[in-house]
Each structure stands twice: as structure tokens, then as C-alpha cells.
């Protein structure tokens, strides 16, 4: 049982705030959890992101107890070089937009295209720095960064810890919703531990 202190405050407005903290623990067995908290320790989404799925979907929560359902985030396809989720909001159902992220150039570099409700491309999600070098030394610390019309929207940023992965995020106003952008940087650190996981094997 975590014995971390969690507080949830009900009714915080991501669009209001420009920080962000994204916490996982090193090692899972059968899920990764992620939380993301404000910079004054609001816990505002609980990921509880499955491992043996043979097709990915989970949920983002505005809370631990998992009783206010945020976003539904799904892959489209089961087995792809180029994956593509879908990322809606839970009580409407409408979309958000939808990420894709491109299997043969994240070889060396992730990255993601980023599409509007709309189906229009807008931007891009791309890993930063020594992105080859992280491949075979999965230690070295992680950058990512959120571009929208050009325009850097996001900057996602490891801070090393013991025993968690903990990400600083700074977020700027944009077109989209900030839960997606939020969404956008959660699957982007998904892929770099999926691929940190496999290289243990």
C-alpha cells in the first residue's frame, strides 16, 4: 500500500495552470500508474496504463479513487508500425484529437503527430537531445517537447529521482485542450518505458 500523501481538490482548472508533474514508479509488473500533479501538489489525473493488453485503452481519472473519469484513450489499431490513439472525453464522447506515433522514425528519435478533433494535423510531439545515446544508456534523463502550429506548446523534462521517474511539464496557452496536450506527453513517456522495458529483456 502507497504511503504517499495524495491530495485531490475537486474543481481545479487545467487552463489555468502552466506546470505540471508527471510521477511513476521505476518497475511494474502488471500495469505503470502515472499521476499528475500541479506545481502546488494537486493530484488532477490517475492513469492506471495496462501492460498485458493486447489492444491499448485506459482510462485518465481526476482522481485516485477512480470516480471521476476525465479522458478514454485508445489505440485504433492492434498490431501497426504507425500507432494511432484516440483521445475523447469521457461524459461527451467527443474527440479530442487523436495522436500517431511514427514506428520507423522513432527508431532512433520518438515522435508523435498530433491531429485535431477535426482529423486535421496541427503539430507534433518530438523526444529531445541525445535520443540515440538514451537507446543503449536508458539512465540518461529524457526531454520532449510539444509543438502546435508551429509553435512549442510544451516542454516535458526528467528530473532524476531514486526509485521513481518523476517529469517536470511547462505548458503554454494553444488551440487545443490541455487535457489532450496532457494526453499527448502521457503516451509519449508510455513509449520511451515501453522501450526501456524491452531493453532489459
Known amino acids: 500500500m502507497s504511503t504517499e500523501l495524495v491530495r485531490e481538490v475537486a474543481g481545479v482548472s487545467l487552463a489555468t495552470q502552466s506546470g505540471y508533474t508527471i510521477k511513476r514508479k521505476f518497475w511494474s509488473v502488471f500495469e505503470r500508474v502515472f499521476r499528475v500533479w500541479t506545481?502546488?501538489?494537486?493530484?488532477?489525473?490517475?492513469?492506471?496504463?495496462?501492460?498485458?493488453?493486447?489492444?491499448?485503452?485506459?482510462?485518465?481519472?481526476?482522481?485516485?479513487g477512480k470516480t471521476r473519469p476525465m479522458l478514454r484513450v485508445k489505440?485504433?489499431?492492434?498490431?501497426?508500425?504507425?500507432?494511432?490513439?484516440?483521445?475523447?472525453?469521457?461524459?461527451?464522447?467527443?474527440?479530442?484529437?487523436?495522436?500517431?506515433?511514427?514506428?520507423?522514425?522513432?527508431?532512433?528519435?520518438?515522435?508523435?503527430?498530433?491531429?485535431?478533433?477535426?482529423?486535421?494535423?496541427?503539430?507534433?510531439?518530438?523526444?529531445?537531445?541525445?535520443?540515440?545515446?538514451?537507446?543503449?544508456l536508458p539512465f540518461l534523463t529524457?526531454?520532449?517537447?510539444i509543438f502546435v502550429a508551429g509553435k512549442q506548446v510544451a516542454f516535458i523534462e526528467q528530473r532524476f529521482r531514486f526509485f521513481t521517474k518523476e517529469f517536470e511539464v511547462d505548458m503554454e496557452p494553444s488551440s487545443l485542450d490541455p487535457r489532450f496536450v496532457l494526453a499527448v506527453a502521457l503516451l509519449a513517456l508510455m513509449a520511451e518505458a515501453k522501450r526501456e522495458d524491452s531493453s532489459n529483456y
Open 39 to 64: 506545481r502546488d501538489g494537486q493530484l488532477i489525473m490517475y492513469i492506471q496504463h495496462p501492460l498485458m493488453k493486447l489492444r491499448e485503452e485506459f482510462m485518465v481519472y481526476a482522481d485516485e
Open 75 to 136: 489505440s485504433k489499431q492492434i498490431i501497426a508500425i504507425n500507432f494511432s490513439y484516440e483521445v475523447d472525453d469521457y461524459e461527451t464522447g467527443q474527440s479530442l484529437g487523436s495522436v500517431q506515433k511514427r514506428g520507423l522514425r522513432s527508431i532512433i528519435r520518438d515522435k508523435f503527430h498530433i491531429f485535431d478533433a477535426a482529423g486535421t494535423e496541427v503539430g507534433y510531439a518530438e523526444e529531445q537531445g541525445f535520443s540515440l545515446l538514451r537507446r543503449f
Open 142 to 145: 529524457s526531454k520532449h517537447a
